[in-house]
């Protein structure tokens, strides 16, 4: 069975911070890592996605993550938050052989960038 | 706007009644998601279906069941309903239902049992 531990359950950061929600996995087979972000009173859009290749992912607002096989973990980042990055983020695994098709995901950590 | 819509937004109902949530995914998609958030569980998968047929099934509790009509609509049910029913219930649809696949998410329905 696959876990998936989001060690912060709330970080606040001033605004121009930089910032980083850690996340880490459990799974005995390979695994697909997703970062989803869930603002106030909306459903979940996903982020950034590793399937593989390269480790390091980002986004197009300025988040990466970065896959560490080693440590098992999927790590966010961002050099420089701004108010709209104000939200809960979600980090994910699905397990990636064939037959799989569901997400677990974390508790889910709440970002409040203070201005 | 992800192009999946849940109806309704709001349900408050009261302990062992009946519920009907509906979900439409996005064009195109033949996958249907269904989870619960709830304060104390989090984010939990509970059942996905892939063009009409059971495809996964997660924490889903007996009381409830879904199914994926011809147009791909989804409906989730949730019957004999307990005050640790309430919770934000979010539908999901992908276009292959494949793990790699992203989800997008509809807005959710926020079910309230008194």
């Known amino acids: 069975a696959q876990s998936v531990t989001q060690l912060d359950s709330q970080v606040p950061v001033f605004e121009e911070a930089p910032v980083e929600l850690r996340c880490n996995y459990s799974?005995?087979?390979?695994?697909?890592l997703f970062w989803y972000v869930q603002y106030p009173n909306q459903g979940l859009q996903l982020l950034l996605k590793?399937?593989?290749?390269?480790?390091l992912v980002e986004s197009i607002n300025g988040f990466e993550a970065e896959f560490n096989k080693s440590q098992t973990s999927f790590h966010l980042r961002k050099p420089s938050v701004h108010i709209s990055d104000t939200a809960e983020y979600f980090c994910a695994v699905s397990d990636s052989g064939a037959g799989s098709y569901q997400l677990t995901f974390g508790k889910g950590t709440k970002l409040s960038v203070i201005p | 706007d992800s192009g999946v819509t849940q109806t309704p937004k709001h349900l408050i109902t009261a302990t062992g009644q009946r519920v009907t949530l509906r979900c439409s995914p996005r064009?195109?998609?033949?996958?249907v998601y269904w989870y619960q958030q709830s304060l104390d569980q989090g984010l939990q998968f509970l059942i996905q279906y892939y063009n009409g047929e059971e495809r996964a099934k997660g924490n889903i509790l007996e009381r409830f069941s879904a199914q994926q009509f011809p147009d791909l609509h989804s409906e989730l049910n949730l019957s004999s309903l307990e005050l640790g029913d309430s919770a934000l219930y979010f539908c999901?649809?992908?276009?292959?239902?494949?793990?790699?696949?992203?989800?997008?998410f509809g807005p959710g329905t926020r079910l309230t049992v008194l």
């Open positions: 590793y399937l593989s290749g390269s480790t």
């Open positions: 999901a649809s992908s276009v292959a239902g494949r793990a790699a696949n992203e989800q997008f």
């Open positions: 799974s005995s087979v390979s695994v697909y």
């Open positions: 064009s195109g998609d033949l996958s």
